[in-house]
Antibody, heavy 125, light 106 residues
Framework: QVQLQESGPQLVKPSETLSLTCTVSGGSISSGAYFWTWFRQPPGKTLEWIGYIYSDGSPYYNPSLESRVTISLDTSESQFSLQLYSVTAVDTAVYYC?????????????????WGQGTRLTVSS | EIVMTQSPATLSLSPGDRATLSCRASESVGSYVAWLQQKPGQAPRILIYDTSIRATGIPARFSGSGSGTDFTLTISSLEPEDSAVYYCQQRSTGVTFGQGTRLDIK
C-alpha cells in the first residue's frame, strides 16, 4: 500500500526559500501513470494546486505560482520535493503531497487517490 | 483559471436525510470533476472522480452526476460520520477547487 509523508520546516522567514519533501513508501515513484502533486491550504480556506511532476520527471505548475516554484523527483530516494522561493505571509498554509492516478486520459481527469497527512508551515520573522 | 462555485456554503441536515451539494464551473470542464471530503485536522479524501466514479472503499450512498458546467454530489442517506467539508475539483485545465460546502449532521 502506497503511503506519502511530508517533511520540512514548520517556520520559514519572509523572503527565504521553503523546501519540503514527500517520501513515497510501498510503491515506485518512477513507473506508472502517476503525477506526484503538491497542494496547500491556507487556514480556513480551500485547497490550492501548486503543481505536479509526472513519473518521467516532467513538471507542471499552477500559472499563479510558476515563477516561484520548482518541483523535482529523486527516484533513488523515492521522494519528490517542493521549493517555493521568496515566501511571504500569504504562503502560510498546510502543505499536502498527493498522488494523481490517471484514469481514461493523463491530460485530464484522474484521481488524487493518496494523500500525505499534511505539514503546517508558518511564514514569519 | 476555471472557477468552481459551490452551493450551499453550509447545509444542516439530520441522519437519514438526503443531501444534495452543487458545483458550477465557470466554463465547461467536460466530465473531469471530482469530489473530496475533508474532516477537521485531516487531509482530504477522494470520494468521486471523473464525475461519477466512486473511489475504492467509498459507500454506495455517495453518488455524483453532471457534465459540462453543472455537477452534483448526492449522499442518499446521511450518517453522522458524513459531517465534513466537501470540495468539488476540476482537472480539465489545471486543477482548481470550489470553496467547499460544510455539511453538519444533527
Amino acid at each position: 500500500q502506497v503511503q506519502l509523508q511530508e517533511s520540512g520546516p514548520q517556520l520559514v522567514k519572509p523572503s527565504e526559500t521553503l523546501s519540503l519533501t514527500c517520501t513515497v513508501s510501498g510503491g515506485s515513484i518512477s513507473s506508472g501513470a502517476y503525477f506526484w502533486t503538491w497542494f496547500r491550504q491556507p487556514p480556513g480556506k480551500t485547497l490550492e494546486w501548486i503543481g505536479y511532476i509526472y513519473s518521467d520527471g516532467s513538471p507542471y505548475y499552477n500559472p499563479s505560482l510558476e515563477s516561484r516554484v520548482t518541483i523535482s523527483l529523486d527516484t533513488s530516494e523515492s521522494q519528490f520535493s517542493l521549493q517555493l522561493y521568496s515566501v511571504t505571509a500569504v504562503d502560510t498554509a498546510v502543505y499536502y503531497c498527493s498522488r494523481l492516478r490517471c484514469s481514461s486520459s493523463c491530460s485530464r481527469g484522474g484521481i488524487f487517490d493518496i494523500w500525505g497527512q499534511g505539514t503546517r508551515l508558518t511564514v514569519s520573522s | 483559471e476555471i472557477v468552481m462555485t459551490q452551493s450551499p456554503a453550509t447545509l444542516s441536515l439530520s441522519p437519514g436525510d438526503r443531501a444534495t451539494l452543487s458545483c458550477r464551473a465557470s466554463e465547461s470542464v467536460g466530465s473531469y470533476v471530482a469530489w473530496l471530503q475533508q474532516k477537521p485536522g485531516q487531509a482530504p479524501r477522494i470520494l468521486i472522480y471523473d464525475t461519477s466514479i466512486r473511489a475504492t472503499g467509498i459507500p454506495a450512498r455517495f453518488s455524483g452526476s453532471g457534465s459540462g458546467t453543472d455537477f452534483t454530489l448526492t449522499i442518499s442517506s446521511l450518517e453522522p460520520e458524513d459531517s465534513a467539508v466537501y470540495y468539488c475539483q476540476q482537472r480539465s485545465t489545471g486543477v482548481t477547487f470550489g470553496q467547499g460546502t460544510r455539511l453538519d449532521i444533527k
